[in-house]
T-cell receptor, first 115, second 113 residues
Framework: GAVVSQHPSWVICKSGTSVKIECRSL??????MFWYRQFPKQSLMLMAT?????????EQGVEKDKFLINHASLTLSTLTVTSAHPEDSSFYIC???????????FGSGTRLTVV | QKEVEQNSGPLSVPEGAIASLNCTYS??????FFWYRQYSGKSPELIMS????GDKEDGRFTAQLNKASQYVSLLIRDSQPSDSATYLC?????????????FGRGTQLTVWP
């Protein structure tokens, strides 16, 4: 089945620094990738949808300049949290889909803690 | 109304019982539905998908879709303590949102020995 690899699995960073999270589709070409954020005891919140070779589409209320998404190839998307603050601490999860798979394969998630 | 709503829970059942999880959906989603299981601190794991009216069985899991009433449910038979997790109902978007999933808030299930 489809495998999505996400790294790192956890990261601690200082306030004001930037953190990059990678999401790779290992055995299929991911034309579309989705980035979610999940706070404790809450459901998944879609942050943005990225299509290979084009700009990401951000959900309402998500700052595109703060959460930079790059989907330059069919197997890799990255999410960069710029100038991270403690309120950005959360569980970030990517999901990748190809033309027949509507984004239902998830990466293992990244636990971000900003101190 | 939100696209997908899960209002039940938390749910607690004894080992061996049937756990019943429900969700309703709006006209803003398509007819493709998914149930995910999420253990604490882990990412969601797909356990069932259903697209047609009626029941779909896979081992101890049965997904049910009722398009007339716009609800989808998940039954877990012979529940085990290892089934204790949060269960997320999701529906695929339609039109301009085709390809993205809309998630319910989740139902926390505890199976006690």
């Amino acid at each position: 089945g489809a495998v999505v690899s996400q790294h790192p699995s956890w990261v601690i960073c200082k306030s004001g620094t930037s953190v990059k999270i990678e999401c790779r589709s290992l055995d299929f070409q991911a034309t579309t990738m989705f980035w979610y954020r999940q706070f404790p005891k809450q459901s998944l919140m879609l942050m943005a949808t990225s299509n290979e070779g084009s700009k990401a589409t951000y959900e309402q209320g998500v700052e595109k300049d703060k959460f930079l998404i790059n989907h330059a190839s069919l197997t890799l998307s990255t999410l960069t949290v710029t100038s991270a603050h403690p309120e950005d601490s959360s569980f970030y999860i990517c999901s990748a889909g190809d033309r027949g798979n509507y984004g239902y394969t998830f990466g293992s998630g990244t636990r971000l803690t900003v101190v | 109304q939100k696209e997908v709503e899960q209002n039940s829970g938390p749910l607690s059942v004894p080992e061996g019982a049937i756990a019943s999880l429900n969700c309703t959906y709006s006209d803003r989603v398509s007819q493709s539905f998914f149930w995910y299981r999420q253990y604490s601190g882990k990412s969601p794991e797909l356990i069932m998908s259903i697209y047609s009216n009626g029941d779909k069985e896979d081992g101890r899991f049965t997904a049910q879709l009722n398009k007339a009433s716009q609800y989808v449910s998940l039954l877990i038979r012979d529940s085990q303590p290892s089934d204790s997790a949060t269960y997320l109902c999701a529906a695929q978007g339609r039109g301009s949102t085709l390809g993205r999933l809309y998630f319910g808030r989740g139902t926390q299930l505890t199976v006690w020995p």
